[in-house]
T-cell receptor, first 115, second 111 residues
């Protein structure tokens, strides 16, 4: 079974530029999560999708971050414009069900450096 | 919102020693995950605990869930360098069954 795929693995951009990350979840998984993990901290949930609908984006900085999951499969996370404090690893995860009833599978992450 | 506090924040142990990592929740725990993360990489699932008093083991790692104390512990027996990494506990946060994580415990195992 293929795992969660993320691209790119690494990205370096200048502040005020825009960037997009892509995630392909495990086939058939209805729940998709995007997390931001700043160095030395635990992952912080940015947005959770159930199929193609957003069920939680309470911690997404909506003035600069956006995410979509067209057709309930792949997802993209965009930052525009980027700030220095956005430097972090962005993790995508998927599960067949939401919450703690089912294991969530994680991608390798995208390491973003904003200079 | 649900907060998960892990202790210790970091730990250095000598190879062969035992260690315990704790995860304490600010709210009732209905289930809990333990994950391991290598630096800069994704999270690897270790185990899932769903009932109070439940205890699970995988190789030399044992995890327990104490619902009354709103706490879980992860115990590693006879640690090895391969156990080094960041250990994260995760639980269901407030809202639509979202998965939130603790602050992480960084483990180094010295030869």
């Amino acid at each position: 079974e293929a795992g969660v795929a993320q691209s790119p693995r690494y990205k370096i951009i200048e502040k005020r530029q825009s960037v997009a990350f892509w995630c392909n979840p495990i086939s058939g998984h209805a729940t998709l999560y995007w997390y931001q993990q700043i160095l030395g901290q635990g992952p912080k949930l940015l947005i959770q999708f159930q199929n193609n609908g957003v069920v939680d984006d309470s911690q997404l900085p909506k003035d600069r971050f956006s995410a979509e999951r067209l057709k309930g499969v792949d997802s993209t996370l965009k930052i525009q414009p980027a700030k220095l404090e956005d430097s972090a690893v962005y993790l995508c995860a998927s599960s067949s069900l939401p919450g703690v009833n089912t294991e969530a599978f994680f991608g390798q992450g995208t390491r973003l450096t904003v200079v | 919102s649900q907060e998960l506090e892990q202790s210790p924040q970091s730990l250095i142990v000598q190879e062969g020693k035992n260690l315990t990592i704790n995860c304490t929740s600010s709210k009732t725990l209905y289930g809990l995950y333990w994950y391991k993360q290598k630096y800069g990489e994704g999270l690897i699932f270790l185990m899932m605990l769903q009932k109070g008093g439940e205890e699970k083991s995988h190789e030399k790692i044992t995890a327990k869930l104490d619902e009354k104390k709103q706490q879980s512990s992860l115990h590693i027996t006879a640690s090895q360098p391969s156990h080094a990494g960041i250990y994260l506990c995760g639980a269901e946060g407030t809202g639509f069954q979202k998965l939130v994580f603790g602050t992480g415990t960084r483990l180094l195992v010295s030869p």
